[in-house]
């Protein structure tokens, strides 16, 4: 069996981002392992994300990952806890809504209503692989 490669990606536009939320969706993370920089104007995430480009097996895969957002002006949290730090939030989509081109707003949109608001210069992300993918016998489920 082939090792897997580590997904990279970087986003510079609202379809990038796309591929990005793509790959993150159902990523599940502590939030204290999201970290908003104001001084680097940067907002990072280390999550686990589910593979869902991995070839059809019985039991699913994660992975842990780096998500990062420069260029980010400010952020606003809205319904998402802070305590604790090792609270678990699931990622459920990434977008971007346009205002001052390049910039707008990239939309982190988490399980139970809640989000995170980054208002930025331009869209500027990029998402990279940083472990050995390991088994999960927990599939996300969508209801339809």
Same mark, same amino acid.
């Given at each position: 069996?082939?090792?897997?490669?580590?997904?990279?990606?970087?986003a510079?536009?609202e379809?990038?981002?796309?591929?990005?939320?793509?790959?993150?969706?159902?990523?599940v993370a502590?939030?204290?392992?999201?970290?908003?920089?104001?001084?680097?104007?940067?907002?990072?995430?280390?999550?686990?994300?589910?593979?869902?480009?991995?070839?059809?097996?019985?039991?699913?895969?994660?992975?842990?990952?780096?998500?990062?957002? *420069?260029?980010?002006?400010a952020?606003?949290?809205?319904n998402?806890?802070?305590?604790?730090r090792?609270?678990?939030?699931?990622?459920? *989509?990434?977008?971007?809504?346009?205002?001052e081109?390049?910039?707008?707003?990239?939309?982190?949109?988490?399980?139970?209503?809640?989000?995170?608001?980054?208002?930025?210069?331009?869209?500027?992300?990029?998402? *990279?692989?940083?472990?050995?993918?390991?088994?999960?016998?927990?599939?996300?489920?969508?209801?339809?």
């Amino acid at each position: 069996m082939a090792k897997p490669e580590p997904l990279r990606l970087l986003a510079e536009d609202e379809d990038d981002l796309a591929v990005i939320s793509a790959a993150v969706q159902d990523a599940v993370a502590m939030v204290g392992d999201i970290e908003w920089d104001a001084r680097r104007r940067r907002l990072t995430m280390a999550l686990n994300r589910f593979r869902w480009e991995a070839p059809g097996s019985f039991l699913g895969e994660r992975v842990r990952a780096g998500l990062q957002f *420069a260029s980010v002006l400010a952020v606003k949290a809205r319904n998402l806890r802070r305590e604790p730090r090792d609270a678990v939030v699931e990622l459920l *989509a990434v977008s971007f809504e346009p205002g001052e081109p390049p910039g707008g707003v990239i939309r982190l949109a988490f399980a139970g209503g809640g989000d995170l608001a980054l208002t930025v210069e331009c869209v500027d992300a990029a998402l *990279a692989d940083i472990s050995h993918p390991w088994p999960t016998a927990r599939t996300p489920t969508h209801e339809r």
